[in-house]
T-cell receptor
Framework: SQQGEEDPQALSIQEGENATMNCSYK?????LQWYRQNSGRGLVHLIL?????REKHSGRLRVTLDTSKKSSSLLITASRAADTASYFC????????????FGKGMKLTVNP | NAGVTQTPKFQVLKTGQSMTLQCAQD?????MSWYRQDPGMGLRLIHY???????DQGEVPNGYNVSRSTTEDFPLRLLSAAPSQTSVYFC?????????????FGPGTRLTVL
């Protein structure tokens, strides 16, 4: 069953603007990952943040994690048309039945 | 490295037919999994394997079988195709079963069942 839920479900911005996507989840996690999916392609890993981390950066990506609110946000700065894609958060649990559970995804459109 | 490869890319089946979706990885990954992606549903885990000879069910296993005779290959078999199995299927692999490992995805197989 879905654990993470992305918000908004769709976002349309102009090139150069920042894009913020949020993910909320329900149960305790040991890590949260963000993936990107270009149309007609498989998912590509973007960034991982562990439960004991609050913020992480990778190039134009910034991800935050608030375990008390069970939420994460992904910020893409200075967006480009090539950032147009669907974005998924995935939450990882710990223990004997470790799985990565994906949210339903959200669609980002960056207009040139 | 080719990464994760899937064949075929597209497939049309009639109700009741069976077929096998192929998945292979050349990264020596222990963990492999199959997902289906449907509009508005995100990715749902069908079956997964933590190593050769070991498989387990995911969230939506009914109507599908898997086997893992080698580290590299993880085929997904549809026993008797139904229209509800129309979907895009993705195979993924990661280093091992720990959930904090990055998953590598194949390009997908788009399946239509008439």
């Amino acid at each position: 069953s879905q654990q993470g839920e992305e918000d908004p479900q769709a976002l349309s911005i102009q090139e150069g603007e920042n894009a913020t996507m949020n993910c909320s989840y329900k149960t305790s996690i040991n890590n949260l990952q963000w993936y990107r999916q270009n149309s007609g392609r498989g998912l590509v890993h973007l960034i991982l943040i562990r439960s004991n981390e609050r913020e992480k950066h990778s190039g134009r990506l910034r991800v935050t994690l608030d375990t008390s609110k069970k939420s994460s946000s992904l910020l893409i700065t200075a967006s480009r048309a090539a950032d147009t894609a669907s974005y998924f958060c995935a939450t990882g649990t710990q223990g004997g039945s470790e799985k990565l559970v994906f949210g339903k995804g959200m669609k980002l459109t960056v207009n040139p | 490295n080719a990464g994760v490869t899937q064949t075929p890319k597209f497939q049309v089946l009639k109700t009741g037919q069976s077929m096998t979706l192929q998945c292979a990885q050349d990264m020596n990954h222990e963990y492999m999994s199959w997902y289906r992606q449907d509009p508005g549903m995100g990715l749902r885990l069908i079956h997964y394997s933590v190593g050769a000879g070991i498989t387990d069910q995911g969230e939506v296993p009914n109507g599908y079988n898997v086997s893992r005779s080698t580290t590299e290959d993880f085929p997904l078999r549809l026993l008797s195709a139904a229209p509800s199995q129309t979907s895009v299927y993705f195979c993924a692999s990661s280093l091992n079963r720990l959930s904090y490992n990055e998953q590598f995805f194949g390009p997908g197989t788009r399946l239509t069942v008439l």
